[in-house]
């Protein structure tokens, strides 16, 4: 797949399928890559803030979903692997000693190993891949209307606009997501404190790793690690009450007093982590919440939810930027497959008198998009919850060391299923089978084989 390129250009432009994504974050940049790919669509990326955001962390992500996106080079520029080929170190949270690993699988290609970078150079090299002109920032979306010809999005100050499909990748908080379930985001009990600073600031810490470890406790993680461009990176997650979480916003500082609070936290922890601690002079806060996950990725054959959107909860596994990446490719697939390029099975055009003149079945592509994402993401929702039944076994021998060592030991899995999971794999299964789960195959009421 070549990147930056435009869209195929067949027929007038009012015949394109018109397509907004909600978001300019990880993902939402990441589809409008994918997406502004496929032939005779026109891509908008509407984006509430008024430039790319800040916030510094770091982020594991999915390789071979970039890989096909674009020149991977760009990235790998950008990454840091360190010793043990980018595998997580975990260490004992006292004594620094390593209790466990998590290496790549041994037929991983070298370029897809596991590796760590910060966000915004990462968010940069995605934007600079979106064709021209396509992002809004500025552009908040106050709400959507759907309606049978497509999706009308309002916004303040501004004209509305219709849309034949609507990629909702408007993050944990989502206002779209939120407009189907009327859930309530909630505080998990647990607060990250992330800061990035150069490299240089740690030189001089002579024992310092040169891989990415964490150092954990009873569900309280520190996570040290070098992460390319000569940066350095420290993400600490912590228990909080409600009462101290309610006190702090998502990406502010806390100034030298939240610092000392963490120093303090952790000077009975391996003193390396208080050494890097002594080097900075203030931490920013992420009160971590979350919300029950969609089951049902799309909504009126209109509406794809993708991302933190879909799936919101902060912090999970590490690996919701990398979920989010594969929502955009599968949902990428799943619309060139439905693009027929003739007269059959098209979506009603906004504006227009008449359904020959698009070429995609949408209905079809969401369905497609849907199956093929959401038993995936069913299976890591349910691990949240097994984690957290290993995580009490194991606190329970909080004060017999070896036993804590051997019970960690026994429940700690190297999740390989979802870290290396292959979506275009699990796509090329899913159209496969499609004439066993699929609506479309004698109607919608006649479903008697979903999966
Ligand atoms: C502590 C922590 C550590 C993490 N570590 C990792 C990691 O190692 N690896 C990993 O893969 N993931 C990690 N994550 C998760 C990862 O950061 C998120 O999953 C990812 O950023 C989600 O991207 P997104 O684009 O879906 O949402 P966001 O990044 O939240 O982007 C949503 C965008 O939508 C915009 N927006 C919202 N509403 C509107 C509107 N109405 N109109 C227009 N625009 C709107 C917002 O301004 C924002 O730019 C971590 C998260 C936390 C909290």
Redesign the pocket.
Known sequence: MSSKSAPEEIGESKNRLKIAI????????TAAIALSDLPNVSVTV????PGP?ETG?????SLMVLDRLINLEEVQRILYRGDHEGTYITRHWRTGQIIATAPSSAHVLDKFKQA?TH?VPLHNVLLSNIPEGTIRFN????DHHVTEAGVQLTFRDRPSEAFDLVVA???????FRRRYTSDKVQYKGAV?Y?KVFPESQVAHIKSLHNDSSSWRKDGEVMFLSRLGLEQYGV?A?IRETPEVAAKLHWAKNTGAEGLQRLQRHFATWDPMIGQVLQTMTDIDA?P?DSAPWLEQLVRHDRIAF????AHPT???F???????QGDSWALYRSLQQSYTGDDRNLTLPIGSQTALEKHYNLRRALELYNETRRHFLGRVWRQQGLDSVDAAYIAQAANDEAEWIRRFQDRHKNQLWMTEYDVEAAFVETLASEAHWSKEVDGEDSVTARL
């Not at 552009?139 to 106050?142: F, P």
């Open positions: 909600v978001g300019a974050g990880i993902v939402g940049a509407f984006e509430s803030s955001q962390a770091w982020i594991s992500l760590r966000r552009h908040k979306v106050l990748a408007d993050g944990l908080y989502s206002k990250a992330r993400v997650i992420y971590l993708i991302g933190d959107a902060a912090g999970a590490g690996v919701g930027a990398a979920l989010g």
